[in-house]
Antibody, heavy 118, light 109 residues
């Protein structure tokens, strides 16, 4: 079964840092591009970042560029999101999602909640 | 940035009825790169349709997608109780950033 499991969320003060992880199983992780998507409480979906299978191509949303860093370890079947200089508006559930062959997101993990508050 | 506008914001229907959800883009989206997702409360989104009209694995055939250019539609032919949820359209691969519509809430009438 294809599965993505996020971890690392929690409560952090404004200006702080947090590192999210996404553990993949049930498929050849090294063959797929991956994404992070977030959803603020009661709001819609916002794409955050993309990384290609070999890490050669990386993209970010403007809202996180310069503060967040996406990375992956294909040997550990894991995706990461290093989040620095966190702001109140970064409060959200963060999902990792795999690119299907067409580029749509399938599947998604269950999400991990990041709360930025003093 | 391609802005996706979904309508209506909320759709109230009864089980057995037909649902038609709209997604309009601010500029042309390649049909190969338009997807629809379903999200139920407390759950992650689930891919329904990709490439504007291709059903994802395991998605019932009562779900269908159509459209091109700037106008896309998700149709649910006969609503089942489990179909009441929030639906999002997404454009991907056509232009960065990847964007989602604001969602349509499908509620039981």
């Amino acid at each position: 079964e294809v599965q993505l499991v996020e971890s690392g969320g929690g409560l952090v003060q404004p200006g702080g840092s947090l590192r999210l992880s996404c553990a993949a199983s049930g498929f050849t992780f090294s063959s797929y591009s991956m994404n992070w998507v977030r959803q603020a409480p009661g709001k819609g979906l916002e794409w955050v970042s993309y990384i290609s299978s070999s890490s050669s191509t990386i993209y970010y949303a403007d809202s996180v560029k310069g503060r967040f860093t996406i990375s992956r370890d294909n040997a550990k079947n894991s995706l990461y999101l290093q989040m620095n200089s966190l702001r109140d508006e970064d409060t959200a559930v963060y999902y990792c999602a795999r690119d299907n062959p067409s580029g749509a997101f399938d599947p998604w993990g269950q999400g991990t909640l990041v709360t930025v508050s003093s | 940035e391609i802005v996706l506008t979904q309508s209506p914001g909320t759709l109230s229907l009864s089980p057995g009825e037909r649902a038609t959800l709209s997604c309009r883009a601010s500029q042309s989206v390649s049909s190969s790169y338009l997807a629809w997702y379903q999200q139920k409360p407390g759950q992650a989104p689930r891919l329904l349709i990709y490439g504007a009209s291709s059903r994802a694995t395991g998605i019932p055939d009562r779900f269908s997608g159509s459209g091109s250019g700037t106008d896309f539609t998700l149709t649910i032919s006969r609503l089942e109780p489990e179909d009441f949820a929030v639906y999002y359209c997404q454009q991907y691969g056509s232009s960065l950033p990847i964007t989602f519509g604001q969602g349509t809430r499908l509620e039981i009438k």
